[in-house]
């Protein structure tokens, strides 16, 4: 299977901003987006408003967007970066941590941004939706699957525990599918730590008993293999 290159958010921006003054006005603008879809609701989403929001021209927006929509699909990119990097970071931090407060910390930084973030996320999805672009949205945040299936790759390593290809891929997609489902469904159950803590235990439980799993599946591989 090749393996996918993840969409940088800079292939949906009009404008790259290669300068950190650049970068400033870009992040500024995202912030003023956010805030209006959290606070006011995505049907506020205007040229007008995100330039009253943000305290920069329209003409400055369309220096880096093409229109809303656009703008939309980048920020969207821009938080999937942000949350890779600081699951990178706790990753980093959590190495010499037992295996369960290491787990605890990687969910809770995905728990926190489905939180934060829920409105301006169901505002994507009706964007990529609408714009028939939900394959390219897909292939993007799979670098964020990817990243969620490295990180509990490593930590179950330090832990003395190895997970199979098809291991981490069915981890991964199970802690960002249910989050998904609660920030489509607007469900209150994204605010209740017991979500956070169901979604621990499933990680940890098929972490550690998986090993078994593996175990003899290979077992059975191996002899039908033999006896074909």
């Given at each position: 299977?090749?393996?996918?290159?993840?969409?940088?958010?800079?292939?949906?921006?009009?404008?790259?901003?290669?300068?950190?003054?650049?970068?400033?006005?870009?992040?500024?603008?995202?912030?003023?987006?956010?805030?209006?879809?959290?606070?006011?609701?995505?049907?506020?989403?205007?040229?007008?408003?995100?330039?009253?929001?943000?305290?920069?021209?329209?003409?400055?927006?369309?220096?880096?967007?093409?229109?809303r929509?656009?703008?939309?699909?980048?920020?969207?990119?821009?938080?999937r970066?942000?949350?890779?990097e600081?699951?990178?970071?706790?990753?980093?931090?959590?190495?010499?941590?037992?295996?369960?407060?290491?787990?605890?910390?990687?969910?809770?930084?995905?728990?926190?941004y489905?939180?934060?973030?829920?409105?301006?996320?169901?505002a994507?999805?009706?964007?990529?939706?609408?714009?028939?672009?939900?394959?390219?949205?897909?292939?993007?945040?799979?670098?964020?699957?990817d990243?969620?299936?490295?990180?509990?790759?490593?930590?179950?390593?330090?832990?003395?525990?190895?997970?199979?290809?098809?291991?981490?891929?069915?981890?991964?997609?199970?802690?960002?599918?249910?989050?998904?489902?609660?920030?489509?469904?607007?469900?209150?159950?994204?605010?209740?730590?017991?979500?956070?803590?169901?979604?621990?235990?499933?990680?940890?439980?098929?972490?550690?008993?998986?090993?078994?799993?593996?175990?003899?599946?290979?077992?059975?591989?191996?002899?039908?293999?033999?006896s074909?």
């Amino acid at each position: 299977m090749k393996a996918v290159k993840a969409v940088k958010a800079g292939k949906v921006v009009r404008r790259r901003p290669m300068q950190a003054r650049s970068e400033s006005t870009v992040d500024a603008i995202y912030e003023a987006t956010s805030q209006i879809i959290e606070r006011e609701g995505a049907d506020r989403i205007t040229t007008k408003r995100i330039s009253e929001v943000s305290g920069f021209s329209i003409g400055t927006l369309y220096q880096y967007f093409q229109d809303r929509d656009s703008l939309l699909l980048a920020m969207a990119m821009s938080h999937r970066d942000k949350v890779i990097e600081r699951l990178k970071s706790t990753l980093a931090a959590s190495r010499d941590q037992p295996l369960r407060e290491a787990i605890s910390r990687l969910v809770a930084v995905n728990v926190a941004y489905a939180r934060s973030h829920r409105k301006t996320l169901r505002a994507v999805m009706r964007v990529v939706t609408r714009k028939g672009r939900a394959a390219r949205m897909q292939e993007a945040m799979r670098g964020l699957d990817d990243c969620i299936g490295r990180c509990l790759a490593q930590l179950a390593e330090s832990d003395g525990l190895a997970l199979s290809p098809v291991c981490r891929f069915v981890l991964s997609r199970s802690l960002t599918g249910v989050l998904w489902s609660a920030v489509m469904d607007d469900s209150d159950l994204l605010d209740d730590q017991e979500i956070e803590d169901h979604i621990c235990a499933m990680l940890i439980g098929a972490m550690t008993e998986g090993q078994a799993f593996d175990a003899a599946h290979a077992t059975h591989s191996t002899a039908a293999s033999q006896s074909a």
